[in-house]
């Protein structure tokens, strides 16, 4: 599967619309890929808490709708990275989106770990309560089983576990991790892949979001817990051709799924 990994840049002067359809503009360059990411919560600012209910959407929202028509258009799947979603209810999320090659709306995914720590999102957020896996289309009418998650769940092994024990071969991580911490998104990226002997494509964001600057580092990760790919700290486009057979291929050479007793 060739895998288009948007590390996309934040610009504090740029408006909400400017960047939508920069981003757009970026999704459409991708043709002849069968899965385009984009980072977690571009469209809004991950750390532009006071802004999220004001830019908050629904799922037929400007930000899904508008990258719906450019899946349809290039023709491959798209993870929409994620936005601050308003259900039925009034309440907010922090939910991945999945678009399918015709535009369609393949999966949801609301994040379940919410990130407290000198954060808001405990605060203004409504954590996910379900597991989200995916039989990710490929154009050769093929399928991958994909586990979603996103940033800060990366830290949480139960959920990646629970997901490989429901079939996942591939995770999908959508991220606006800072540079602080990039140090750990990389280790934990390629724990994460190395214990479930799953293939990880990490996508984070660039740029500087408020005052937080932006680690970038987006990768892709084997069933060994190596990278493939990656990329610097700048925007950028990780284009990779992505052999899943190699994760069944390290799963037979080293049984350790099998060899699990607790």
Not at 34 to 47: I, K
Not at 103 to 110: E, K, M, P, V
Not at 183 to 197: K, T
Request: aromatic residues 6%; negative net charge; proline residues 4%.
């Amino acid at each position: 599967m060739r895998v288009a990994a948007i590390q996309f840049a934040y610009d504090n002067d740029e408006g909400v619309q400017a960047r939508l359809q920069r981003a757009l503009s970026v999704v459409a360059q991708q043709r002849g890929a069968d899965l385009v990411v984009l980072p977690e919560l571009w469209s809004v600012g991950a750390y532009r808490t006071s802004a999220w209910t004001a830019r908050a959407e629904t799922l037929a929202g400007p930000t899904v709708t508008a990258l719906a028509q450019v899946a349809s258009q290039i023709g491959a799947v798209v993870h929409a990275g994620s936005i601050i979603e308003r259900d039925e209810s009034g309440a907010l999320h922090n939910t991945a989106v999945l678009l399918g090659p015709d535009g369609s709306l393949l999966a949801t995914y609301r994040k379940i770990h919410r990130f407290a720590a000198g954060g808001r999102e405990g605060e203004l957020l409504e954590p996910g309560t379900e597991v989200a896996m995916i039989h990710l289309p490929l154009r050769d009418g093929s399928s991958i089983r994909t586990g979603l998650s996103t940033c800060y769940d990366l830290r949480f092994p139960e959920l990646y576990r629970l997901q490989v024990q429901r079939g996942a071969e591939l995770f999908i991580v959508p991220a606006s991790w800072p540079t602080p911490r990039a140090d750990a998104w990389e280790v934990l990226m390629r724990a994460r892949a190395l214990e479930n002997q799953c293939a990880l494509i990490g996508v984070n964001a660039a740029g500087v979001d408020g005052k937080t600057a932006m680690a970038g580092r987006s990768a892709i990760i084997d069933a060994w817990g190596r990278p493939l790919a990656e990329l610097g700290q700048a925007e950028d486009v990780l284009d990779y051709e992505l052999n899943i057979g190699d994760v069944h291929q390290a799963r037979e050479a080293l049984p350790v799924l099998r060899d699990r007793v607790l």
